[in-house]
RNA sequence: GCCGAAGUGGUGGAACUGGCAGACGCGUCGGACUCAAAAUCCGAAGCUCUUCGGAGCGUGGGGGUUCGAGUCCCCCCUUCGGCACCA
């Protein structure tokens, strides 16, 4: 009989659909199971081979978790908006919608063709608007906690997409989505205020079970710091300079001031400013300078003095010049700082193209090469003299307080989120301008704010949305005095519809709610969410975000939303380089699952290397799998009628079941594939196996291969289906051997080997291997210093 | 520059708290089957010497701790991922 894969692939899909074999149940007595993989952008592309590795790793538990028991909510929905289907659409004419349905439709029979284990029951879509009712909404919880604000603000802005972005969009100085160059232009932008919970997205990290790098990435992302605000009083005037400084120990070593070209002081003393027009040109110059020119291009310190002032130094009480320098940013801190050239790099830097003094505080270091940022002694500072830094710094910062001059200060690399699009294919944001009310929210009972119908889906020459071209749509009457007023015409970023999707699959047919309390209540948190790295710093933490208002505002149980992260490494092309069009190496997995069936294909990717790494596909490693599975479709030959387990197989088998249930478990479906593989292998030596062997193996195999393993079920006379088993117990004293196998070293060197009863004692074995025929041979007469014994690995003789 | 991960045969990768390095797969070679090939089945194999008994060397490089190091410590090199004038 020949392995059809095609035949038995379809058979069991067909009736895992009819039979709804793996819809979570709606029974909450029993233990649950939430296992999230990160819900796919359906692409024009189709799905790329890199999909099925998260999701068949998570299959895998989810499989295994029902048939332990679980109620298992393994479900799979659609991340809709979003860039790639409206230039799609501008392209070619057609409604960014109807792309969107046929790409999703593409993608639903290309994942429902790898046989996982979803609930199709219960899909979302995140352009639908029964969901996006409830984007909108929690937009609207947003506005009220006064978290959602409009700001007039220095934004990323692409040329090419002609859309505002986030910093987190924003890659080496370029949009992260065209690859086009990004600016910095004022808009008004929606925003939201992520800030105020960056302490809690950092602090919440310990109580949740993510990947080491996760929870540094996202530390390290949100950049807090510790330091002190100080205040430098501009001589003659009663202005000062608000610097933020993590050393203040090194405040005796500040020679000058640095404000970055856009801080308001400019303003504020351009009446005495001697060389305004100089500085004017500068501030000009720094302004058409995009990012990426600011930060990589331009290492080389440039800036210009304002002449007419001087700052104070309020400790040293030295008067010191004050310039405007592009290397001092805005956004971050207050704009200003003060130039300690002997003990920051950048400073020094500045200090050298200017021939400004450097003057060395801390002792350590050789300031007359280069900027010395180590521990050391105070040195030069009378009020901190001979302390260490931590000591210094401390000491400072509570002079300064107690004279007022400055206060302790924390802060953040963190920015708020731009959280505006001109673009036209996302959520429309519910809120309406009027002249008269000012800013006002639409009511949840018009919920939702259908995204309306245009012509061109291009974004304005301005820069406006698409929408705003919509006059019967953007003009409407004031819900609160009834007068003139408009529609705000941006809509929402990608990443809102993605920030709550996990809460709609547990009650996704809702209409009251976006989800039911009890629903809510029984699912929460997500046991296990699998995803990529690039989304760790915007997905992941947008979506933490959210949730932890939605828990503030009383919708949601639990403060976190994912109780366990991890994550997937990339599939490389054949050539080690990454899968893309113009490299020519892209799988693609129809092709695979039509020549050697989604079995195999499943399985190659669980066996293909170690699941947080990136590997590269090989055609060969296929074909590897496929002849597995053909051995593992081969056996039955050999079943004979009789049950339980060879006595010698038994350690084998306990084993199998030990590895196997730990490592599916633990992400390492590899070494269990290769466990599985060691015990059809022991199988084929045989040629001969009991009926429970068999049953084993699939029941086993099962979660990787599961349409051959359960034809193979089926056809061999086993009752039910596999799906509808018990998961396996092994017992760990049957996962050794009576006797052991011991290695024996002299000095190090294995000599040769002895076999023991596992329970042999130290002392015995150490007799036993005293009187080996073979010991004389290796001693070259030399004495016995000591003899170490390892129970169940071996012995170590050393020699004098 | 900073943070993080990783370097193991021809190759992808195994190796629990330090305990016989190289499981399992791919490729290679040999055998069986075949007119032949493919497929399949069985077997061999880290490298270097070898008097065919075996001996030596081996986990990026160099030191160290230990009876014993792929694993722990110090220094260095390389690759990948993230951040980056963040004061």
Same mark, same amino acid.
């Given at each position: 009989?020949?392995?059809?894969?095609?035949?038995?692939?379809?058979?069991?899909?067909?009736?895992?659909?009819?039979?709804?074999?793996?819809?979570?149940?709606?029974?909450?007595?029993?233990?649950?199971? #939430?296992?999230?993989?990160?819900?796919?952008?359906?692409?024009?592309?189709?799905?790329?081979?890199?999909?099925?590795?998260?999701?068949?790793?998570?299959?895998?538990?989810?499989?295994?978790?029902?048939?332990?028991?679980?109620?298992?909510? #393994?479900?799979?929905?659609?991340?809709?908006?979003?860039?790639?289907?409206?230039?799609?659409?501008?392209?070619?004419?057609?409604?960014?919608?109807?792309?969107?349905?046929?790409?999703?439709?593409?993608?639903?029979?290309?994942? =429902?063709?790898?046989?996982?284990?979803?609930?199709?029951?219960?899909?979302?879509?995140?352009?639908?608007?029964?969901?996006?009712?409830?984007?909108?909404?929690?937009?609207? =919880?947003?506005?009220?906690?006064?978290?959602?604000?409009?700001?007039?603000?220095?934004?990323?802005?692409?040329?090419?997409?002609?859309?505002?972005?986030?910093?987190?969009?924003?890659?080496?100085?370029?949009?992260?989505?065209?690859?086009?160059?990004?600016?910095?232009? /004022?808009?008004?932008?929606?925003?939201?205020?992520?800030?105020?919970?960056?302490?809690?997205?950092?602090?919440?990290?310990?109580?949740?079970?993510?990947?080491?790098?996760?929870?540094?990435?996202?530390?390290?992302?949100?950049?807090?710091?510790?330091?002190?605000?100080?205040?430098?009083?501009?001589?003659?005037?009663?202005?000062?300079?608000?610097?933020?400084?993590?050393?203040?120990?090194?405040?005796?070593?500040?020679?000058?001031?640095?404000?970055?070209?856009?801080?308001?002081?400019?303003?504020?003393?351009?009446?005495?400013?001697?060389?305004?027009?100089?500085?004017?040109?500068?501030? /000009? /110059?720094?302004?058409?300078?995009?990012?990426?020119?600011?930060?990589?291009?331009?290492?080389?310190?440039?800036?210009?003095?304002?002449?007419?002032?001087?700052?104070?130094?309020?400790?040293?009480?030295? !008067?010191?010049?004050?310039?405007?320098?592009?290397?001092?940013?805005?956004?971050? +801190?207050?704009?200003?700082?003060?130039?300690?050239?002997?003990?920051?790099?950048?400073?020094?830097?500045?200090? =050298?193209?200017? +021939?400004?003094?450097? &003057?060395?505080?801390?002792?350590?270091?050789?300031?007359?090469?280069?900027?010395?940022?180590?521990?050391?002694?105070?040195?030069?500072?009378?009020?901190?003299?001979?302390? @260490?830094?931590?000591?210094?710094?401390?000491?400072? &910062?509570?002079?300064?307080?107690?004279?007022?001059?400055?206060?302790?200060?924390?802060?953040?690399?963190?920015?708020?989120?731009?959280?505006?699009?001109?673009?036209?294919?996302?959520?429309?944001?519910?809120?309406?301008?009027?002249?008269?009310?000012?800013?006002?929210?639409?009511?949840?009972?018009?919920?939702?704010?259908?995204?309306?119908?245009?012509?061109?889906?291009?974004?304005?020459?301005?820069?406006?949305?698409?929408?705003?071209?919509?006059?019967?749509?953007?003009?409407?009457?004031?819900?609160?005095?009834?007068?003139?007023a408009k529609r705000e015409t941006d809509t929402m970023p990608q990443w809102a519809g993605s920030s709550w999707y996990f809460l709609r699959y547990t009650d996704p047919h809702n209409h009251e709610a976006f989800s039911s309390q009890e629903n809510l209540d029984y699912w929460l948190p997500i046991d296990?969410?699998?995803?990529?790295?690039?989304?760790?710093?915007?997905?992941?933490l947008y979506s933490r975000f959210w949730h932890k208002v939605l828990y503030d505002v009383g919708a949601v149980p639990t403060a976190e939303p994912y109780a366990k992260r991890t994550s997937h490494g990339m599939i490389l092309g054949e050539n080690g380089e990454k899968m893309s069009k113009s490299r020519?190496?892209?799988?693609?997995?129809?092709?695979?699952?039509?020549?050697? +069936?989604?079995?195999?294909?499943?399985?190659?990717?669980?066996?293909?290397?170690?699941?947080? =790494?990136?590997?590269?596909?090989?055609?060969? +490693?296929?074909?590897?799998?496929?002849?597995?599975?053909?051995?593992?479709?081969?056996?039955?030959?050999?079943?004979?009628?009789?049950?339980?387990?060879?006595?010698?197989?038994?350690?084998? &088998?306990?084993?199998?079941?030990?590895?196997?249930?730990?490592?599916?478990?633990?992400?390492?479906?590899?070494?269990?594939?290769?466990?599985?593989?060691?015990?059809?292998?022991?199988?084929?030596?045989?040629?001969?196996?009991?009926?429970?062997?068999?049953?084993? !193996?699939?029941?086993?195999?099962?979660?990787?291969?599961?349409?051959?393993?359960?034809?193979?079920?089926?056809?061999?006379?086993?009752?039910?289906?596999?799906?509808?088993?018990?998961?396996?117990?092994?017992?760990?004293?049957?996962?050794?051997?009576?006797?052991?196998?011991?290695?024996?070293?002299?000095?190090?060197?294995?000599?040769?080997?002895?076999?023991?009863?596992?329970?042999?004692?130290?002392?015995?074995?150490?007799?036993?291997?005293?009187?080996?025929?073979?010991?004389?041979?290796?001693?070259?007469? @030399?004495?016995?210093?000591?003899?170490?014994?390892?129970?169940?690995?071996l012995v170590n003789i050393v020699l004098k």
């Amino acid at each position: 009989m020949k392995y059809d894969f095609k035949a038995i692939e379809k058979k069991w899909q067909q009736r895992w659909e009819q039979e709804g074999t793996f819809y979570a149940k709606e029974d909450h007595t029993l233990p649950k199971f #939430y296992p999230l993989i990160e819900f796919p952008y359906p692409s024009g592309q189709g799905l790329h081979v890199g999909h099925p590795r998260s999701y068949t790793a998570l299959d895998l538990v989810a499989r295994k978790k029902r048939m332990e028991g679980y109620n298992v909510l #393994y479900p799979i929905g659609w991340d809709a908006f979003g860039l790639p289907a409206e230039n799609y659409a501008i392209e070619h004419k057609v409604h960014p919608k109807t792309v969107t349905e046929k790409n999703i439709q593409n993608f639903r029979r290309q994942l =429902k063709a790898l046989g996982l284990s979803f609930d199709w029951s219960r899909e979302v879509n995140t352009t639908d608007p029964e969901y996006y009712k409830w984007t909108q909404w929690i937009f609207l =919880k947003l506005y009220e906690k006064g978290l959602a604000y409009k700001a007039n603000m220095d934004i990323n802005f692409c040329t090419s997409c002609k859309v505002g972005l986030a910093n987190e969009e924003v890659v080496n100085g370029v949009c992260e989505r065209c690859g086009s160059e990004v600016v910095r232009r /004022e808009k008004e932008q929606w925003m939201l205020k992520i800030t105020e919970y960056a302490d809690r997205l950092i602090q919440d990290l310990d109580t949740v079970d993510y990947i080491e790098r996760v929870k540094i990435q996202q530390k390290n992302w949100i950049g807090k710091s510790f330091g002190a605000d100080i205040r430098f009083p501009i001589e003659g005037t009663r202005e000062e300079l608000l610097v933020y400084t993590t050393r203040p120990d090194t405040i005796y070593g500040a020679t000058y001031m640095v404000i970055s070209p856009e801080h308001p002081l400019i303003t504020t003393l351009r009446e005495g400013i001697e060389n305004l027009a100089e500085i004017k040109v500068y501030q /000009e /110059e720094a302004r058409k300078k995009s990012d990426f020119e600011r930060t990589e291009l331009n290492k080389d310190k440039t800036g210009i003095q304002i002449k007419g002032f001087h700052a104070r130094n309020p400790i040293s009480e030295q !008067l010191i010049p004050i310039f405007v320098s592009d290397y001092v940013m805005m956004s971050y +801190g207050t704009g200003a700082i003060m130039g300690v050239p002997g003990h920051d790099q950048r400073d020094y830097d500045f200090a =050298k193209a200017f +021939g400004l003094d450097i &003057i060395e505080v801390i002792s350590g270091g050789d300031i007359s090469k280069e900027a010395y940022t180590g521990d050391g002694v105070l040195v030069n500072s009378p009020l901190i003299n001979g302390m @260490k830094v931590k000591e210094a710094i401390e000491t400072m &910062i509570s002079h300064i307080e107690d004279r007022q001059l400055g206060y302790k200060k924390t802060n953040y690399k963190l920015r708020d989120w731009v959280f505006s699009r001109q673009r036209y294919w996302g959520e429309p944001i519910p809120i309406i301008h009027c002249e008269h009310c000012g800013t006002v929210p639409l009511e949840e009972k018009d919920l939702p704010l259908i995204l309306p119908e245009v012509e061109s889906y291009e974004t304005a020459e301005d820069g406006s949305s698409p929408l705003a071209k919509i006059e019967e749509w953007v003009n409407v009457t004031c819900p609160k005095c009834g007068g003139p007023a408009k529609r705000e015409t941006d809509t929402m970023p990608q990443w809102a519809g993605s920030s709550w999707y996990f809460l709609r699959y547990t009650d996704p047919h809702n209409h009251e709610a976006f989800s039911s309390q009890e629903n809510l209540d029984y699912w929460l948190p997500i046991d296990w969410y699998n995803g990529g790295m690039e989304h760790t710093t915007l997905h992941l933490l947008y979506s933490r975000f959210w949730h932890k208002v939605l828990y503030d505002v009383g919708a949601v149980p639990t403060a976190e939303p994912y109780a366990k992260r991890t994550s997937h490494g990339m599939i490389l092309g054949e050539n080690g380089e990454k899968m893309s069009k113009s490299r020519g190496n892209v799988v693609n997995p129809d092709e695979i699952i039509e020549n050697f +069936g989604a079995d195999t294909m499943r399985l190659y990717e669980m066996f293909i290397g170690d699941f947080e =790494k990136s590997v590269s596909w090989t055609e060969n +490693g296929v074909k590897g799998a496929k002849r597995f599975l053909d051995r593992v479709f081969k056996l039955p030959q050999w079943v004979r009628d009789e049950t339980g387990y060879s006595e010698d197989l038994e350690v084998l &088998i306990h084993q199998t079941i030990k590895k196997v249930s730990h490592d599916y478990e633990h992400l390492k479906a590899n070494t269990a594939v290769a466990q599985l593989m060691t015990l059809v292998n022991e199988y084929y030596k045989r040629k001969s196996i009991t009926r429970d062997e068999m049953k084993i !193996l699939l029941i086993l195999l099962n979660p990787v291969a599961p349409h051959v393993t359960e034809e193979i079920w089926e056809k061999t006379g086993y009752p039910d289906t596999i799906a509808e088993q018990k998961w396996p117990q092994y017992l760990e004293e049957k996962t050794k051997e009576d006797t052991v196998e011991l290695a024996v070293q002299f000095n190090g060197k294995v000599r040769f080997k002895i076999v023991v009863e596992r329970s042999a004692s130290g002392s015995e074995i150490e007799k036993m291997v005293l009187a080996h025929e073979r010991f004389n041979e290796f001693t070259g007469g @030399k004495a016995v210093a000591k003899v170490i014994v390892i129970p169940e690995r071996l012995v170590n003789i050393v020699l004098k």
